[in-house]
């Protein structure tokens, strides 16, 4: 039996969803890994610690700063260039570099439909023919008459904070304008008198 802290110490504070990927093994070993918006790495630390070939970018320095130093002490052997200073709609990576991009809790925070469509084909751009697309963000699914209209897409939800919502028709509509198709069926985890967050896996087809 693993105890917790075992538990813990492996996988860190991993979104379960994430987590749900791996176990399934759609998060190849000899695979290139990016975390698209990686806040302070919380997604990212059992890769590391498990050897994969990881990147990240995100638009605060603290952040990539923290990713540096989390690499530095779990994974020695990447290089710093592998950790960027880069908006996710202006990533500065090679086209169809990576096989999975991950992108947890990032595109809720578009601006504005110009700003999702530039985040999302920046991170469509950077993925491999065949490889994994992996966001979680808000939606309104389950919770449509609880939002509040702001402008566009950006809603107030209940528990206070604004946010670019999707829903089903969009992500579907998405996901068949990318071409791609998806590896599960929209989910979406309602918290209660808070928010929605809808899990969407979109396999990238091959040429």
Request: glycine share 8%.
């Amino acid at each position: 039996m693993i105890a917790a802290t075992n538990l813990e110490r492996m996988f860190g504070n991993i979104d379960i969803y994430l987590f749900d990927q791996l176990l399934r093994g759609r998060i190849p070993r000899e695979g290139r890994i990016l975390d698209a918006g990686c806040g302070h790495g919380r997604n990212i630390r059992y890769l590391l610690n498990a050897g994969y070939d990881v990147s990240a970018v995100d638009t605060d320095p603290n952040a990539i700063s923290e990713a540096l130093r989390l690499a530095a002490g779990l994974n020695a052997s990447l290089p710093p260039g592998n950790f960027r200073l880069d908006p996710v709609e202006a990533m500065s990576f090679d086209a169809e570099s990576m096989d999975v991009v991950i992108s947890i809790a990032v595109l809720h925070f578009a601006a504005d439909d110009r700003q999702f469509t530039a985040m999302v084909e920046s991170m469509w751009r950077v993925l491999k023919p065949g490889g994994l697309f992996f966001s979680r963000l808000a939606s309104n699914i389950g919770m449509e008459s609880r939002m509040i209209p702001k402008q566009g897409r950006r809603f107030l939800l209940p528990d206070g904070s604004e946010r670019y919502l999707v829903d089903e028709a969009l992500l579907l509509d998405w996901t068949r304008r990318l071409g791609g198709v998806l590896a599960d069926p929209l989910k979406t985890t309602i918290v209660q008198d808070q928010r929605c967050m809808t899990t969407w896996v979109v396999r990238k087809g091959a040429v």
